[in-house]
């Protein structure tokens, strides 16, 4: 454990933005399955609908700093990809 009261606080401060940051990927995740059952399922119209609410999760997630600027672009793409398929 931590003597030093910056120390102290710098682990309090880490756990609080792991936290957030895994709520906000589990956000995505969860987006991205809604999206993959529309596709395997092949219905259109739920696989726009559901990419449409991914595309805004991963979005923020970028803005916020949970993804990268690449790696937002690299999900969107792929799941775009996938929903154009059965359209």
């Known amino acids: 454990m931590a003597n030093i009261k910056s120390a102290k606080k710098r682990i309090l401060v880490n756990e ?3 936290a957030r940051n895994k709520a906000i990927k589990s956000k995505v995740k969860t987006a991205v399955k809604k999206v993959d059952t529309a596709v395997a399922a092949k219905d259109a119209d739920a696989a ?4 449409h609410a991914a ?9 916020k700093g ?3 600027k690449k790696t937002v672009s690299r999900k969107i793409s792929r ?7 059965i359209a």
């Open 16 to 18: 609080t933005k792991a």
């Open 48 to 51: 726009k609908t559901a990419l």
């Open 55 to 63: 595309i805004v999760e991963i979005s923020k997630a970028g803005s």
């Open 66 to 68: 949970v993804y990268h």
């Open 79 to 85: 799941l775009s990809k996938a929903v154009n398929s």
